[in-house]
């Protein structure tokens, strides 16, 4: 079964608008990773956020997690066309080290 | 270089046949992935190579057969496929430090397989 559940599933904005993806996860986790797809492509690593941080920035990514409420969110700010694309939450958790577990997914559409 | 690359593309086969998909990576990486991803799906773990080794299998049917020759190759072998295994199969890889602590992983393009 997925460890991560998206919300929403779908996400529809203009150009300059911030779009938040939030991603909930039910067991111990190393860290918790988003990653984005472009249609039929393959997947693009955007951040890694480790169990022991609750914040992190890249750009106009900024990416929270809160371990205590299984959650994370992903903002990403004055957002751009080409960031039209399908985002994952990923979690490494457990004893399976290196076994990633994906979320649904959010697909996001900006509008030019 | 922080590429990895995957061949072929584009693969049709029929259910009888025996075909490869390889993977490349020359970054160093001591982790390596097999995914398989239906559309509008996320992906899904099938197989994961540690220092060459396989460390995971996902359950997957033995119709599909990971090896590993070297720390740069990452091949999967396809055998009796039903049309179900339709799929984008992407391989991926990443640090690994002493089997415990692992990094982001670098994604190739993928190969879209169809079974006919």
């Known amino acids: 079964s997925q460890q991560g559940e998206e919300d929403p599933q779908a996400l529809s904005i203009q150009e300059g608008e911030n779009a938040t993806m939030n991603c909930s996860y039910k067991?111990?986790?190393?860290?918790l990773q988003w990653y984005r797809q472009n249609s039929g492509r393959g997947l693009v690593h955007l951040i890694l956020?480790?169990?022991?941080?609750r914040e992190k920035h890249s750009g106009r990514l900024r990416v929270t997690l809160d371990t205590s409420k299984k959650s994370s969110s992903l903002l990403i700010t004055a957002s751009r066309a080409a960031d039209t694309a399908s985002y994952f939450c990923?979690?490494?958790?457990?004893?399976?080290?290196?076994?990633?577990?994906f979320g649904q997914g959010t697909i996001l559409t900006v509008h030019p | 270089d922080t590429e990895v690359t995957q061949t072929p593309k584009h693969l049709v086969m029929g259910m009888t046949n025996k075909k490869s998909l390889k993977c490349e990576q020359h970054m160093g990486h001591r982790a390596m992935y097999w995914y398989k991803q239906k559309a509008k799906k996320p992906p899904e773990l099938m197989f994961v190579?540690?220092?060459?080794?396989?460390?995971i299998n996902e359950s997957v049917p033995s119709r599909f057969s990971p090896e590993c020759p070297n720390s740069s190759l990452l091949n999967l072998h396809l055998h009796a496929l039903q049309p179900e295994d339709s799929a984008l199969y992407l391989c991926?890889?990443?640090?690994?430090?002493?089997?415990?602590?692992?990094?982001?992983?670098?994604f190739g393009p993928g190969t879209r397989l169809t079974v006919t």
């Open positions: 067991t111990s986790i190393n860290n």
């Open positions: 956020i480790r169990s022991n941080e």
């Open positions: 991926a890889s990443s640090q690994m430090v002493a089997g415990l602590t692992y990094y982001e992983q670098y």
């Open positions: 190579y540690s220092y060459e080794k396989l460390s």
């Open positions: 990923a979690t490494d958790g457990g004893t399976s080290y290196g076994k990633l577990t």
